[in-house]
């Protein structure tokens, strides 16, 4: 299998909205196919696809499972549409969970059936955060599990709280930071006004782990791994974009050690 010109990797994405018909991204599986297509042209040779799972909007373990066993339907579909195409990237099932307090995360934390492949969890925790949230990172992490905290850059901090410091705390908990690659590009400036600065102040101090796409399909365009790529290249970064985009998601795809990860210029250890 070749990548397209320039493109010096294969490309791993964690989180997008692909799975037809279960959340606010693709409707049907010809948008699905549309959006893979579209990945598989800029380099994505694996794709975790990871509908929302908004927990406390779920008030049992019954609504719980029926909503896992909903997206699993659908993604079963879409797999049997895509069966035997070599022009679209291998697709997983995973999600991404809405979890703002440790009590919401501990309904699903140790769920064998619920997160990345491998032992790596998506969470986010809300766009208005209402803390620091790190009691969701240290019950994550004391479930045996990992935490990839979605799209950090586009929260919105409490005044207080200066965000990198916030940040630097999660991963100094052992968290791995998701940044959206549409943020480098000021994709989601009118949304998260200060996406784009702080997606860049984390490239900078070295804070990147997994950058994603969150493809939500055709009502989200414009979203491109390859305009990231080509960002942080002109920008000094290729080195990074290698590492968020291809080794780490790989490895959490691969279940692979992730006790040590590249960060800066250092190895460091982690969770
Ligand atoms: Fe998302």
Redo the contacts with the bound molecule.
Sequence with gaps: MTTPAGQPFDVVDL?S?LVPDVDDGTRTIAESIEALASLFAEGVRTAVT?P?LLVPHLPTEASIQRELDRQRRKFEELCHAVEGRDDLPVVHLGQ?IWAPDAATARRVVRRTDVGLPGRCLLI?FGFELQGNHNDVVRETLDAGRQIVI??VERYYYLPSHDPIEVMQTWQELGALLQVNVGSLTGHYRSSSPESERLAWQMVARGLVDILAT?HHGPRRRGVSPNEALNALIARGELALAERAMGEIPGRVVRDDDLRHVSRGSEVVPIA
Excluded: M, P, R, V
Aim: hydrophobic content about 10%.
């Design positions: 989180h909205h990871t929302h991404e986010e979605a799209h969150d």
